[in-house]
Structures are given as structure tokens and as C-alpha cells.
């Protein structure tokens, strides 16, 4: 499912991936953590095609995407990888259902599908009572929830997460983890998790755990 090569980032002067080998399989649920600095969210960025790496592959579904063409990767991130942030990033001039359904209007998907898909993501998330609600009007497990139809929305192969619990409660927090294990599980969804919650991250399938730039265990 994906597999990396050597990959190095620098910013500057500062080496923060020093070289980076590992593997995740379709249906996984990956924790990557470590302290700050340790370069979790550049290694997360570099999987979801957001930042090139200085050197090194990056392989998802027998693709090397960083060999791909701008066009050519754009479109390969709208259509295998869907992500969800720390901070929901959802537009407040849309109710919930416009949000969601972003990426798959700008992915030129067939209106008819993807709103199906969306109602039938609103249900799978318990949050079809929502649809015609702006962000403004959600709670902040709402606004996340939201954040993952929109994550879905074109069936991605694989889910990044980038501390998503970071600004919710206790509750919230297990809400939303209880929910990665569902897509998982119910789904095959493949996840890759950014945390510093080690709680969280001990229910993971496995974890991935970041010192100074490198994969230590």
C-alpha cells in the first residue's frame, strides 16, 4: 500500500528526516509518534504529496507519486488520499454537506454519486441531522466528523490524520478515535495517525515511533 525509500528533508540547515524506510499495508491503522520537533507532521506531509521530500521515494499503490507531473499529483491526492487536520479547516460560508463534498466537486465526480456518498457518510458518521448546519452551529466532534466525510468523499485508499484530537475534549478525543477503528475496521480504511496521545496510539495496529528525524522503533 505504501512504502518508502530513504527519504531526507531538510529546512535550511536543519536535517528534520534523516532518512526514512517503512511500510503500511491496505486496511492498517499506523501511529507515527515522538516529541515535538521529532518530524512526524514533515514525514505526514511528505506521504500525502503536500511537500516533496530532498531525496527518497514515496510508493502508494505501486505508484511512485513524486515521479508524477504537477497535474498528474494533484490529481492523484484528490482521488487516493483524503485528509483530516488538527484544526477542522472547514469554509464557514458552507453548511456541512457543501464542505463535504468539496473535493469531490473539484475532482469533476458525478454529482448524482458523490452526493449519495455524502448522505451515506453523514449516516455512517451519525451526523445527518447536521447536513444543512454551518460550522458555526457544530460542536467541535461535529466539525471534525465533518472533516472526515469530507476526508472520504472520494474514497481515498489511504486516510491521513495530523493530530485530529488536538482540539477536542476527552470525549471528543475517544469519539474520534473509536471512529478511525470503525473505518478500519467496517471499511479497510487504511489510516496513518499523527499523535502525541500514546493512549490512542497503543490501540493502533502499529506504531511508528520518531526521534530526531529517524524511525527509532
Same mark, same amino acid.
Given at each position: 500500500?505504501?512504502?518508502?525509500?530513504?527519504?531526507?528533508?531538510?529546512?535550511?540547515?536543519?536535517?528534520?528526516?534523516?532518512?526514512?524506510?517503512?511500510?503500511? +499495508?491496505?486496511?492498517?491503522?499506523?501511529?507515527?509518534?515522538?516529541?515535538?520537533?521529532?518530524?512526524? #507532521?514533515?514525514? &505526514?506531509?511528505? &506521504?500525502?504529496?503536500?511537500?516533496?521530500? +530532498?531525496?527518497?521515494?514515496?510508493?502508494?499503490?505501486?505508484?511512485?507519486?513524486?515521479?508524477?507531473?504537477?497535474?498528474?499529483?494533484?490529481?492523484?491526492?484528490?482521488?487516493?488520499?483524503?485528509?483530516?487536520?488538527?484544526?477542522?479547516?472547514?469554509?464557514?460560508?458552507?453548511?456541512?454537506?457543501?464542505?463535504?463534498? &468539496?473535493?469531490?466537486?473539484?475532482?469533476?465526480?458525478?454529482?448524482?454519486?458523490?452526493?449519495?456518498?455524502?448522505?451515506?457518510?453523514?449516516?455512517?458518521?451519525?451526523?445527518?441531522?447536521?447536513?444543512?448546519?454551518?460550522?458555526?452551529? *457544530?460542536?467541535?466532534?461535529?466539525?471534525?466528523?465533518?472533516?472526515?466525510?469530507?476526508?472520504?468523499?472520494?474514497?481515498?485508499?489511504?486516510?491521513?490524520?495530523?493530530?485530529? #484530537?488536538?482540539?477536542?475534549?476527552?470525549?471528543?478525543?475517544?469519539?474520534?478515535? +473509536?471512529?478511525?477503528?470503525?473505518?478500519?475496521?467496517? &471499511?479497510?480504511?487504511?489510516?496513518? *495517525?499523527?499523535?502525541?496521545?500514546?493512549?490512542?496510539?497503543?490501540?493502533?495496529?502499529?506504531? *511508528?515511533?520518531?526521534? +530526531?528525524?529517524?524511525?527509532?522503533?
Amino acid at each position: 500500500m505504501i512504502s518508502t525509500e530513504n527519504i531526507k528533508k531538510s529546512f535550511g540547515q536543519v536535517d528534520v528526516l534523516k532518512g526514512i524506510n517503512i511500510s503500511i +499495508d491496505k486496511g492498517e491503522l499506523v501511529s507515527i509518534v515522538g516529541a515535538s520537533g521529532a518530524g512526524k #507532521t514533515t514525514l &505526514l506531509q511528505i &506521504l500525502g504529496t503536500l511537500l516533496n521530500p +530532498d531525496e527518497g521515494k514515496v510508493i502508494i499503490n505501486s505508484t511512485d507519486v513524486f515521479k508524477l507531473k504537477n497535474k498528474a499529483i494533484a490529481k492523484f491526492r484528490n482521488q487516493e488520499l483524503g485528509f483530516v487536520f488538527q484544526f477542522h479547516q472547514l469554509l464557514p460560508e458552507f453548511n456541512a454537506f457543501e464542505n463535504a463534498i &468539496l473535493p469531490a466537486m473539484l475532482g469533476k465526480v458525478n454529482p448524482k454519486e458523490y452526493k449519495h456518498r455524502a448522505h451515506e457518510l453523514f449516516d455512517f458518521l451519525n451526523i445527518s441531522h447536521r447536513l444543512t448546519h454551518k460550522p458555526n452551529e *457544530l460542536s467541535g466532534g461535529e466539525q471534525q466528523r465533518v472533516a472526515v466525510a469530507r476526508a472520504l468523499i472520494n474514497q481515498p485508499s489511504v486516510l491521513f490524520a495530523d493530530e485530529p #484530537t488536538g482540539n477536542l475534549d476527552s470525549n471528543n478525543t475517544q469519539e474520534l478515535f +473509536d471512529l478511525l477503528l470503525k473505518l478500519k475496521i467496517e &471499511l479497510n480504511q487504511t489510516v496513518v *495517525l499523527v499523535t502525541h496521545n500514546e493512549n490512542l496510539a497503543e490501540k493502533s495496529d502499529r506504531i *511508528l515511533r520518531m526521534k +530526531d528525524g529517524l524511525i527509532v522503533s
